[in-house]
C-alpha cells in the first residue's frame, strides 16, 4: 500500500523493525505541556496580559494536530474535524511525502525548463517573483484520502483518519501558461513532465492542456512563503488534480511529446477496476462531501445541534449538498457558505434537532457538471474492494442511543 | 458699523472663496484619479537565462517508456544478485518479498488482473508494472532510499536484470541494456487504460 508509513528510524534499521512507523501513530504528536489551568489567571479581568510577540501562539486550550507523524514516506492526516470554515491553517495542511521533507537555500533554488521549447531556460526564484502571480482559493487532496474508512473501516475513525488527507487554502504564484509562453514551447509537446528535487524525485507527466489551463507554479500559501513540507520554494499546483501530481520542491519541467509512464503514473497512483484493468492518469479528484461535526470522537446531547462538514470538486463548484439524517430515506439541501469557489472546499450547514433515538447521518455532494458523489454500494459495484486511489463514497455516521457517534462503513 | 458691514462681507468673500477652493480641489481630485489600463503583457518578459547543455544534462534524468533516456551500459542477473543483496534485500526482503512496510517487488499471481476484487494480492514488477522502463527509471532516480543515486549505470541496469528475471519477465542469461529494456511487453500491459471521463451524472 502505497501510503504506508515508512519513518526514518524504520529506513535506518532496515526491515527488522518494519513496522515501527505504524507504532509511532500511537505516541503523541508533542511533549507533554503544562495544564492550561496554572497558567490561567483566576480573573483575566484584573490583570494585564501577556505581551507582544512575533509569532501567534494557539491558546493553550487547543491543541489540533497532524497525525501519524515521524515519518519519511508516508501521511500525516489533517485534523479536518477541528476546523471551521474553509481555510486550513498553514501548519496543519496534510503532508504525504515520498523521501522526507527537503530543506532547500531559496538563493540557490533554480527552475529548469527545457525539452521542446524554443530555448532551454532557468529561472532563480526571484526570476519567479518578477512575473505576474496570481492567488487562487483551492483544495489540495491526495488521491488515497478516503483508504482507511474503506479499506480497514472500524467505528473508532474520526474525519481526521478517513478524509484529512485534503486541505484548502490561497495559493499565490505564477501561472504555468504565462512560464510556458514566456519559455516558447514547440507545436509537438503534448505533456509536461514535472519533477522534484527532493531524495524522490518524483516525477508525473501532466497533459499540456492543463499545464495551460490553471496550473500555478505556487511559492506561496495563505499569504507567506510555502512551508518546507509542503514544497518550499515552489511547487506545481494543479488545482482538482490529485496531490502527487503537484510536484513539490519543483525544480524540472520538460516539455514532451509522449507521458513518460513513470512510477507515480503506473505502479503507483493507478485505479484497479473491475473486469482485469487499471485506470491510469485518473488526474481528478471527484466530487466528494463528509460531515465534519457531528462525528466520532464527539458525543451529542437531545437537542438542536448544527451538522457541519465540507465538500468539494476537482472538476469545479460544488451546485448542492445533500444531508440525510435518516440513514439515507430522505435528504434536506444544506447551506453553502458562500463563496462558492472553483474546485474549493465548501463548507456545508444544516441545523438538525436529535430526538435522541439512534440515527444514521450523511452527506451527499453534488458538482456543476451533475456528479453526484455516489453511495457505498455503488462505489463498491464500479471499483471494487480492492480499488487504491480515489475512495469518494458516502461517508456515514451513525449515532447511537447514547449520543455517540462512530464510523459505519455499511449501508 | 460701516466698517464692521465691510468687514463682515470681506469675511463672506473670503469664506465663499476657501469653500471655492475646496469644492475645486475635490472636484479636481474626482476629474483627475484616471488611470492607463494595464498594459498588454508581451509574450516574452526576458526573465531567466538560457540554461547551458550542463545544467540540463545534470537534472535531465527521465527515462520514458520509448527508451529515450537510457544511457549506453548494461547489467546481468548475477551482478544485480550481488547489489541487490547488498543495496535492497535490507527493505525489500532477500527473495524481493516486502519487508514490513517496504513493498513486494517479485512474485505475485500473474494470469489473472483481479486487484479490483482482492485487496490482498500484492502488485509486484512482474504483475502490475506495465513498462520495463520504469523500473530503470525508478531505480535510478529514487532508489537506495537512504542514497538514491549512488548506483552506477551498470548497477541499476544489474538490479533491473535481476527483477525482471525474478518475476519470470527475461531469462536469467539475458543481458539487460538500453535496446532492450523498451522491448520487453511486460504481462500487466494490456490491462491499462486511460482515464476518460470528464464529469457529470454517471458514475465509473
Known amino acids: 500500500m502505497s501510503d504506508a508509513p515508512i519513518s ?18 500511537k505516541l503523541p504528536a508533542t511533549s507533554p505541556q503544562p495544564s492550561p489551568a496554572t497558567i490561567v489567571p483566576q480573573d483575566p479581568s484584573a490583570v494585564p496580559g501577556g505581551p507582544t510577540t ?30 471551521s470554515g474553509t481555510i486550513t491553517p498553514s501548519d496543519l495542511v496534510f503532508e504525504r511525502h515520498h523521501a522526507g521533507v527537503a530543506l532547500i537555500d531559496p538563493k540557490r533554488y533554480k527552475l529548469l525548463v527545457h525539452g521542446l521549447v524554443d530555448e532551454p531556460m532557468t529561472f532563480t526564484l526571484d526570476d519567479l517573483y518578477r512575473f505576474p502571480s496570481v492567488s487562487r482559493v483551492h483544495f489540495l487532496e491526495c488521491s488515497g484520502n478516503g483508504r482507511n474508512g474503506y479499506r480497514n473501516p472500524k467505528p473508532e475513525l474520526t474525519p481526521q483518519m478517513i478524509d484529512g488527507l485534503t486541505s484548502n487554502g490561497e495559493w499565490t504564484g505564477v501561472p504555468l501558461a504565462t512560464l510556458l509562453r514566456d519559455v516558447g514551447v514547440k507545436r509537438s ?38 512551508r518546507p513540507a509542503h514544497g518550499y520554494p515552489v511547487r506545481l499546483f494543479l ?9 513539490k520542491w519543483l525544480r524540472r519541467i520538460k516539455l514532451v511529446d509522449q507521458p513518460n509512464m513513470s512510477r507515480d503514473e503506473t505502479a503507483k497512483y493507478t485505479d484497479p477496476l473491475p473486469g482485469g484493468k487499471a485506470r491510469q492518469f485518473s488526474f481528478v479528484m471527484d466530487a466528494k462531501s463528509i460531515i465534519t461535526r457531528p462525528a466520532y470522537p464527539t458525543r451529542i446531547a437531545r437537542g438542536w445541534l448544527e451538522i457541519s462538514g465540507l465538500a468539494w470538486s476537482g472538476r469545479g463548484k ?10 439515507g430515506k430522505t435528504w434536506t439541501v444544506a447551506e453553502l457558505q458562500a463563496p462558492v469557489l472553483t474546485k474549493a472546499h465548501t463548507r456545508f450547514r444544516l441545523p438538525w434537532e436529535w430526538n435522541g433515538k439512534p440515527t444514521t447521518l450523511m452527506s451527499r455532494a453534488i458538482d456543476e457538471t451533475g456528479y453526484v458523489q455516489p453511495t457505498l454500494a455503488a462505489f463498491e459495484a464500479g471499483r471494487g474492494p480492492g480499488t487504491d486511489f480515489h475512495f469518494n463514497h458516502i461517508r456515514t455516521w451513525a449515532v447511537r442511543g447514547d449520543g455517540t457517534v462512530v464510523y459505519e462503513a455499511t449501508t | 458699523m460701516k466698517h464692521a458691514r465691510v468687514l463682515a462681507a470681506l469675511c463672506l468673500v473670503v469664506t465663499i472663496g476657501a ?10 481630485q474626482a476629474s483627475t484619479a484616471t488611470a492607463q489600463p494595464a498594459p498588454s503583457v508581451p509574450q516574452h518578459f526576458q526573465i531567466g537565462r538560457v540554461a547551458t547543455a550542463e545544467e540540463v544534462r545534470a537534472w535531465n534524468i527521465d527515462v520514458n517508456s520509448s527508451g529515450d533516456g537510457l544511457p549506453a551500459g548494461h547489467g546481468t542477473y548475477a551482478a544485480g544478485a550481488t547489489v541487490f543483496a547488498r543495496q535492497c534485500a535490507v527493505c525489500h526482503g532477500t527473495q524481493g518479498e516486502g519487508l514490513g512496510t517496504f513493498p513486494r517487488l517479485i512474485g505475485g499471481p500473474k494470469n489473472a488482473f483481479n486487484f479490483a476484487s482482492d485487496p490482498t494480492i500484492p502488485k509486484t514488477i512482474g504483475n502490475y508494472w506495465p513498462y520495463a522502463t520504469t523500473v530503470y527509471d525508478y531505480i ?9 543515486g549512488s548506483l552506477t549505470t551498470d548497477q541499476v541496469y544489474s538490479v533491473v536484470a535481476f527483477l525482471l528475471a525474478e518475476n519470470g519477465i527475461i531469462d536469467k542469461a539475458t543481458v539487460v541494456d538500453a535496446h532492450l529494456l523498451p522491448r520487453i511487453q511486460m504481462p500487466a500491459r494490456p490491462h491499462f487504460v486511460t482515464d476518460d471521463r470528464k464529469g457529470g451524472p454517471v458514475f465509473r
Open chain 2, 140 to 148: 535510478h532516480r529514487a532508489m537506495p532510499l537512504s542514497a538514491p
Open chain 1, 189 to 226: 509537446a503534448s505533456w509536461i513532465l514535472a519533477e522534484g528535487g527532493d531524495a524522490s524525485k518524483l516525477s508525473r507527466s501532466i497533459p499540456i492542456e492543463k499545464a495551460m489551463d490553471d496550473a500555478i507554479l505556487a511559492y506561496a500559501f495563505n499569504g507567506e512563503p510555502l
Open chain 1, 318 to 327: 460544488i451546485a448542492r449538498v445533500d444531508v440525510s439524517t435518516d440513514g
Open chain 1, 8 to 25: 526514518r528510524r524504520t529506513l535506518l534499521a532496515g526491515a527488522a523493525v518494519g513496522a515501527s512507523g505504524l507504532l509511532l501513530e
Open chain 1, 239 to 247: 488545482p482538482g488534480y490529485e496531490a502527487n501530481t503537484c510536484i
Open chain 2, 19 to 28: 469653500c471655492r477652493g475646496r469644492e475645486a480641489v475635490l472636484e479636481q
Open chain 1, 54 to 83: 512575533p509569532l501567534s501562539a494557539r491558546s493553550p486550550f487547543e491543541n489540533p494536530s497532524r497525525t501519524p507523524t515521524g515519518v519519511i514516506t508516508g501521511p500525516a492526516y489533517s485534523p479536518i474535524h477541528e476546523l
